[in-house]
């Protein structure tokens, strides 16, 4: 009878653990928890709207066994081979009173597939680029591809040429403190709340309302309160964070998360990723200490990391991959190629290698400490470490440096090799202050162990 109790109480508890979602940590809210345990975000996949892909399955395995656990999802429909969240009727036209049930089952089917390996998805509800130039053209929100909406009400055009920082599109400006456009808002209701019917069944989404949005505050707003007040009905707590397009961490718009952070409970700072060298982890540590000082420690994510054939080299992917999470991001995520390496075989590399390194130095645990580089040049190397005991230091390229440790008569010194995804052989570096290190001379990042006992 005891040996039944205990079991049932440990089946029970079991249960709790599982159940647990992904949470703020609360022993270290700049971090995040997942089935109660501290956890870093680290991931990477060849589509920022994964669901759609035929393949996801086997990326989802590729990143599980690479130790990722981290992808994007936008509810976007604009590439070859995707499909719409709406149904056709007879005339051709798309009924926004039915959904198109295969997109629907496309999304659940992700949903779960991600949830069953322990990988966390992040959702941007509105796909930003799906309502502009030629994605727009065939939208079932465009009023020539509908038989649902009244054009001269809902005001939509049949066509907008312009770029989405243009704010062109009234798509973005139906919610009551805008133009309170009532018919076209209930029709966007409708869609999420279809999303939120599948989400808040599993534990492991973030909610992202816009991809790189320029409309005013008001819009995010009203659909984050909307999704948090549908999660708090349904009993759920959820997650909730507007993704500026504004590429400077400085810019107005990336202050509207702060000013509402009992709304906004962690932040995407993806488009950080803009910048280069020195500059890219400047500006993320001075916003991580505007966000301490104007509202509270909250997660810092980074669900696009940029560079490949756009936005930057190759070489400035990896960098920013690297620095973002020496800065002090919970999260790291290569964006789709081209313009990131995605889950492709470099990708693959500098994700093992990440889990690696946070398997030997929990982030979690740590903080940036650039005070212990004595005479570090703009871009040379970087560190991150749990004070006096394990220090991490990443070298973008070819490098030396001098580190200012805690005393120690035992220090050892292990190299990762990024590329390799390998540790070197641990070795006793000396006891001498300053301790010198050295990344070899053939350009290739690594990063330096040190553990101080």
Known sequence: MRNLLLLSLFSLYLSYIQAQPIDINPDNPWYWTYKSKPVMLIGGSNEDN????????????????????????????????????????????????????????????????????????????????????????????????????????????????????????????????????????????????????????????????????????????????????????????????????????????????LFHDDIFTFLDISQNNHKKGQEHYDNGRAYRQKVAALSHPKPLNTVKTYGKDKHGSAIDGVQRFWRSAFLGAASVRFHRPNSGHGLETIAQANIKSMRMLCDALPFWEATATPEILMNASPNEAYAIGISGKTYAVYFPETGAVRLNLPDSDAITLQWLDIDQSEWSIVRQPGSGKPLEINNEDDGKSRVALIRVE
């Open 50 to 257: 994964l669901f759609q892909s035929p393949d996801y399955l086997e990326q989802l395995d590729l990143l599980q066994s690479l130790g990722g656990n981290y992808v994007r999802c936008t509810m976007s429909s604009r590439d070859e081979g995707n499909i719409w969240a709406f149904a056709k009727g007879a005339d051709g036209l798309y009924n926004l009173r039915e959904f198109n049930p295969a997109y629907w089952q496309r999304f659940a089917d992700f949903l779960a597939a991600a949830d069953e390996r322990g990988i966390i998805v992040q959702v941007e509800v509105w796909a930003t680029f799906d309502f502009y130039r030629e994605p727009w053209l065939d939208n079932p929100f465009n009023p020539k591809n509908n038989s649902t909406l009244n054009q001269r009400r809902t005001h939509l055009p049949d066509t907008v040429s312009t770029h989405p920082i243009f704010r062109e599109n009234p798509f973005f400006w139906s919610v009551p403190e805008m133009d309170n456009n009532t018919q076209l808002l209930a029709y966007q209701q409708r869609f999420v709340d279809q999303l939120l019917d599948i989400s808040l069944k599993h534990d492991n989404v973030l909610y992202c309302i816009d991809n790189e949005t320029s409309v005013t505050a008001t819009w995010p707003l009203f659909w984050a309160r909307y999704i948090r007040a549908k999660a708090k009905l349904a009993g759920r707590t959820v997650h909730v964070t507007e993704m500026w397009d504004p590429h400077d961490l400085d810019h107005p718009d990336h202050l509207t998360n």
